[in-house]
């Protein structure tokens, strides 16, 4: 039985809209993943280097369009946004999609995005969310 999805992930149909509308521009995921697992432990569960989406993937072979920008709770901030600049060249309209385990830290890295003037972002939710996950995972 499928889990029900956490608020603000995409549906399967808004997800299909998104890649329709952003057919053949490069999709930038921005993983919000603490790779300090002492600071999110639950984020070892896939993000570690056993689990099936390791975050030191992000921006190698595996996963060559995905950055990592750790959402600091504390800070209700997305860490290290220049890495996110870098890869856009500071184009706020590049479509992003944001994601971590589930979708709950993806969602506050979706509206810290919008904060910041970016336009073009939805919540992937993460692997948790394999219908979702298929599509963008090996970006």
């Known amino acids: 039985m499928a889990h029900a999805r956490k608020p603000g992930v995409a549906s399967d149909d808004e997800f299909e809209r998104f890649f329709s509308a952003n057919q053949g521009k490069t999709v930038v995921v ?7 697992f002492s ?38 901030a997305l860490r290290d946004l220049q890495v996110l600049e870098a890869k856009t060249g500071g184009n706020k309209s590049t479509p992003i999609i944001t ?23 939805i919540n992937g939710g993460g692997p948790a969310v394999e219908a979702l996950w298929k599509t963008f995972g090996s970006m």
Not at 30 to 36: G, H, K, T
Not at 102 to 119: C, F, N, P, T, W
Request: charged share 20%; net charge negative.
């Open 30 to 36: 921005l993983d919000a993943r603490n790779s300090d």
């Open 39 to 76: 600071v999110e432990p639950s984020d070892e569960q896939f993000g570690g280097p056993q689990g099936s989406a390791p975050i030191a993937d992000c921006g190698t072979s595996a996963r060559p369009n995905a950055v990592n920008c750790a959402f600091d709770r504390s800070a209700n």
């Open 99 to 121: 994601h971590c385990g589930g979708g709950g830290r993806g969602q506050k890295a979706k509206e810290y995005l919008i904060s910041q003037g970016y336009s073009n972002v």
